[in-house]
């Protein structure tokens, strides 16, 4: 079965630190993976995907993700955060058969001013 | 463009009670997702729809309804409601070739005594 997992529920970081966001998947074939974000009481945007291609993936407002395929994994990272990246961060995957997404439980970003 | 509407923002129902949620999209999207969040669970999807008049199960459909009787509208209909659909509810769309990139309402509140 596809899925992803989110293995924190909320990550505090001080404003200026370099922030992650971890996500591992499980997926039959090619990933399609990807990173939405919600800000309070909006509906999510999206962010950033990896189809094919370099590993480093550059998305909107300074986000970037890493695949590694190895390890499973698409961590979210950043630089250098902003307290305006406070928000719950989720990540998805294509299911391979429906093309349908399916969301993890979401990682509640922190920036401590 | 106002992207993704949804109508009302707010609801109160009392168990038993019936009500209809709408969805407006003026991206010409073709299609359109209803998905439910609750805490710890991230987004679920209830129903879809790939074009007008055709609509589909997710992953949670038991006690909601949909109809898209026009391309630009998805409505999400609650027949007996139950505490059990207290949730936010996130209406999306997205185009046929891109359907991992999908656009997002703002939500709606949904309580059920």
């Known amino acids: 079965a596809q899925s992803v997992a989110q293995p924190e529920d909320q990550v505090n970081v001080a404003e200026g630190n370099p922030l992650t966001v971890k996500c591992t998947y499980s997926?039959?074939?090619?990933?399609?993976l990807f990173w939405y974000v919600q800000y309070p009481n909006r509906g999510l945007q999206f962010l950033l995907k990896?189809?094919?291609?370099?590993?480093l993936v550059k998305g909107s407002y300074g986000f970037e993700a890493e695949f590694n395929k190895s390890q499973t994994s698409f961590h979210l990272k950043k630089p250098s955060a902003l307290v305006s990246d406070s928000a719950l961060y989720f990540c998805?995957?294509?299911?391979?058969?429906?093309?349908?997404?399916?969301f993890g439980k979401g990682t509640r970003l922190h920036i401590l001013p | 463009n106002a992207g993704v509407t949804q109508t009302p923002k707010f609801r109160v129902l009392k168990t038993g009670q019936s009500m209809t949620l709408l969805c407006a999209q003026d991206?010409?999207?073709?299609?359109m997702y209803w998905y439910r969040q609750d805490p710890g669970m991230g987004l679920r999807l209830i129903h879809y729809?790939?074009?007008?008049?055709?609509?589909a199960k997710g992953e949670v459909p038991d006690g909601y309804n949909v109809s898209r009787l026009k391309k630009q509208n998805f409505l999400l209909g609650l027949e007996s409601a139950a505490p059990s659909q207290t949730s936010v509810y996130f209406c999306?769309?997205?185009?046929?070739?891109?359907?991992?990139?999908?656009?997002f309402g703002p939500g709606t509140r949904l309580t059920v005594l």
């Open positions: 990896y189809i094919t291609g370099d590993n």
């Open positions: 729809s790939v074009g007008e008049g055709t609509t």
């Open positions: 999306a769309s997205s185009r046929l070739e891109s359907t991992d990139t999908q656009y």
């Open positions: 991206m010409n999207h073709e299609y």
């Open positions: 997926v039959s074939g090619n990933p399609y």
């Open positions: 998805a995957v294509r299911h391979a058969v429906d093309d349908k997404i399916i």
